[in-house]
């Protein structure tokens, strides 16, 4: 409740309390406990000083520099927000940092790390964890104090309780935009497989062929330094990197910035099996969406109706138009594979 309060308190914005949006902060305060208790069982019997590796952040590999980046950029938004009064700008700011960049993105990313048989590499991981981990409750504390406190409390070394500690100071020795930049084309490739994987259906547990034909070099480079992840990270068993090529036959396809990604769907799809599926679903999907636009054709509704409701279905007809174009071009897909 009290983060979902500060979310919703933008200067001078009339709070309607929505049981649905209570519902999602929720969840994302079970995200911070969840990501808490895999951090803790890393980080139990761990040295609290083992966060000094993030104080060499230039030694690090390039993920570990990326989630130190990410937090001191989130920080000076948080820090701002906060002098500013703009509590909910906090909150928005450290909800996507949270969810999207520390528990999506790196707790993935380094589980590998964590479980590696490389004492060096296992020190790296958890020490930017718990550098992490703390400045994220720090962040926080003002506006989930119950929660960020009893997590604090459980972290390495002996501990003061975390309303005495002091709030994240600026970082500049954090600040990586060369990672942040690397991150990126590795975050999009992997979306991109992810993307496929979803768009057409395929089982999540079915390994993968890709291709990713990138013209530039250096991205072709790092890609290669990082395609062990992304294998492990997409289910791909096999993974090839190149300048230019033919395009794979039967291939599902990605388009992003200065590169293109193919996945072979040679056995992966029975193509007339999905288009019979995609022909029911477009069916049932156009009717709905007749009856939403009949609804809001309907002066008399629009005349009776609270505005509230008229948003909702206007919000309903979005959504089914949004869907409607996933499934036609996921039907135009299908077709180029007969």
Not at 17 to 41: C, P, Q, S, T
Not at 175 to 200: F, K, P, Q, Y
Not at 207 to 225: G, M, Q, S
Request: overall charge negative; aromatic content about 8%; some cysteine.
């Amino acid at each position: 409740m009290r983060f979902t309060l500060t979310a919703l308190a933008a200067q001078g914005r009339e709070i309607r309390l929505d049981v649905e949006r209570i519902e999602g902060y929720k969840h994302f305060i079970n995200k911070i406990w969840n990501a808490a208790r895999f951090a803790h069982m890393h980080l139990t019997g761990c040295d609290e000083h083992i966060r000094q590796v993030a104080d060499n952040p230039g030694q690090l590999p390039m993920a570990h520099r990326w989630i130190l980046s990410r937090a001191e950029a989130t920080a000076e938004i948080v820090r701002n927000a906060y002098d500013n009064f703009l509590f909910n700008e906090a909150a928005q700011a450290s909800y996507q940092f949270i969810w999207t960049e520390f528990c999506d993105w790196y707790l993935e990313w380094i589980k590998a790390d964590l479980f590696s048989a490389d004492d060096k590499v296992k020190t790296e991981a958890k020490g930017v964890l718990l550098a992490v981990l703390e400045t994220i409750l720090k962040l926080t504390h003002p506006i989930i104090p119950f929660v960020t406190e009893e997590i604090w409390s459980v972290l390495p070394g002996g501990r003061q309780p975390l309303m005495l500690a002091p709030f994240p100071e600026p970082r500049a020795d954090w600040h990586d935009a060369r990672a942040e930049e690397e991150m990126a084309t590795l975050m999009e490739v992997i979306g991109g497989l992810r993307t496929i994987r979803s768009e057409n259906d395929i089982h999540p547990s079915a390994k993968l062929t890709a291709v990713v034909f990138c013209p530039d070099a250096a991205k072709r480079a790092l890609l290669e330094a990082g395609s062990e992840r992304i294998a492990s990270l997409t289910r791909l068993e096999a993974l090839s990197i190149a300048e230019t090529g033919e395009k794979p036959a039967d291939a599902a396809s990605f388009a992003g910035s200065g590169l293109e990604i193919f996945v072979s769907l040679q056995g992966l799809v029975n193509v007339a099996a999905e288009l019979a599926k995609n022909g029911k679903e477009l069916a049932k999907l156009e009717e709905k969406l007749a009856q939403t636009r009949k609804k809001l054709g309907n002066a008399n509704f629009l005349g009776k109706a609270q505005p509230e409701a008229v948003a909702k279905e206007r919000d309903k007809l979005a959504d089914l138009e949004a869907r409607l174009a996933l499934l036609s071009a996921a039907r135009e897909r299908l077709e180029q594979m007969r």
